[in-house]
């Protein structure tokens, strides 16, 4: 494994992610934002939309000129052609913005906030066309689930990870995260920090605030989310979760780790069809995944990850200015 660092800002990194034609986008505590190449590392171009930390930046994968940009309770849409200025900001939020999501369309937005509130954007027609608030607590991830129309899951501070439609006011299902006690107080609660999605709309992977990183299997639209198995738990809160492709699920956590998991062994992803086990497989029908650790030395606020044609690429940001590039073979 080689690693490279990377030096775009003067302050705590908040956020990182990969996008199209060999690019990456980051964003610091204060308020700038950098688009950088994934080949050399090199800057493309640095600017500070407001002047607020910036918790989110994403690419639209589809439009791929696009890009979006989340601090504090706004989104600014700029074009990779001219970041000198944004060309749209929505404004649909009270309070501060944690993640922001672009389905794979490329045509609608979905935002989550500290209220427990999730926004859905039309992008052409910069208009929200939907609201709701199914958290009790803070809402720290929101992900559009492929190849579902309109579907989305989120996750919050209530421990809750929610399936919604966008157009529903209320969860189309609920998972909630059990809680471990010591007496009368509660150890470790588990914050959902992270969601991501297989992105063939097989899994979807959970970080949380006990540590652990859970998994479930999307079944058909009736039977929804069903648990699947737990993967190694990191020794502090895990606060970041992705896909790096369709067999790997690499997660960060507060204990300066990172795992690097292979979901499913040979045998389990050789299906016939394509699609995941029958339903009424368990967890315990498969053997244990496959988990390579990284110890990174610092707490994980944000990391992304993609396969490459020797392996996988992870880029990870923590308390300092300087993003790591982790080159895994």
């Known amino acids: 494994m080689v690693s490279e660092r990377a030096e775009y800002h003067s302050e705590t990194v908040l956020t990182v992610s ?6 990456g986008i980051s964003g610091c505590e204060d308020g700038s934002v950098a688009l950088w190449s994934t080949r050399d590392q090199a800057l ?4 500070n939309p407001s002047g607020e930390a910036v918790n989110c930046a994403v690419f639209n994968t589809r439009d791929t000129s696009k890009l979006y940009i989340a601090a504090d309770s706004k989104v600014y849409s700029y074009d990779q052609r001219n970041l000198g200025e944004a ?7 009270t309070d501060e913005i944690n ?15 500290d209220s427990g509130e999730v926004c859905c954007v039309e992008l052409s027609r910069a208009k929200c066309v939907s609201k709701v608030t199914p958290h009790d607590n803070i809402c720290a991830s929101v992900q559009w689930i492929p ?7 989120s996750g919050g501070m209530d421990c809750k990870i929610h399936h919604l439609s966008v157009y529903k006011a209320r969860p189309l299902q609920t998972m909630s995260e059990p809680m471990e006690q010591q007496g009368v107080h509660i ?12 992105p063939a709309c097989r899994y979807a992977a959970a970080a949380l605030g006990s540590g652990a990183v859970n998994v479930w299997r999307l079944g058909g639209r009736k039977a929804g989310f069903v648990e699947f198995r737990n993967l190694t738990k990191h020794s502090a809160g895990a606060g970041c979760v992705k896909f790096a492709d369709h067999n790997t699920v690499v997660s960060g956590g507060n204990d300066g780790f990172l795992h690097v998991t292979e979901l499913e062994t040979p045998h389990e992803n050789g299906h016939s069809n394509g699609h995941a086990p029958d339903e009424s497989e368990s967890a315990k029908d498969h053997k244990d995944p496959l988990t390579m650790r990284l110890f990174h030395d610092k707490k994980v606020n944000w990391l992304d990850a993609r396969k490459d044609s020797e392996g996988f690429i992870i880029y990870v940001c923590d308390s300092s200015p300087v993003l790591t590039k982790y080159n895994v073979r």
Do not use: M
Not at 18 to 23: T, V, W, Y
Not at 87 to 93: E, G, I, K
Not at 147 to 153: D, N, Y
């Open 44 to 47: 493309i171009g640095s600017w």
């Open 99 to 113: 993640e922001i999501s672009v389905d794979e369309k490329g045509q609608y937005l979905v935002s989550c906030d």
């Open 187 to 198: 150890v470790n609660p588990p914050f959902v920090n992270s969601i991501a999605l297989h």
């Open 18 to 23: 990969l996008g199209p034609d060999n690019k």
């Open 147 to 153: 190849s579902r129309s309109a579907e989305v899951l």
């Open 87 to 93: 060309l749209q900001t929505f404004a649909f939020h």
